[in-house]
């Protein structure tokens, strides 16, 4: 390693938000069907950068952020 220089992972690509709909009873289609939405940080790239996090790597993510709510 040179002097001065830091190593670390870099992760690039995705970096996204997961929506997952869930029901509460047994799917009926062609109607309303009652249940729950969850909504999680999600994407390649930023799942892979948060678990080498959590392995205690020093990581940093490159990713593009959208203009709209979840960005």
Do not use: K
Not at 3 to 25: K, M, P
């Amino acid at each position: 390693m040179l002097e001065g220089i830091t190593e670390y992972w870099l992760c690039v690509g995705g970096a996204n938000v997961d929506v997952q709909g869930v029901t509460s009873a047994r799917l009926l289609p062609g109607t309303s069907n009652p249940g729950e939405v969850h909504q999680a940080a999600g994407g390649v790239a930023r799942n892979v950068a948060e678990n080498l996090g959590w392995l205690g790597e020093e990581v940093q993510l490159f990713a593009l952020v959208g203009e709209d709510a979840d960005g």
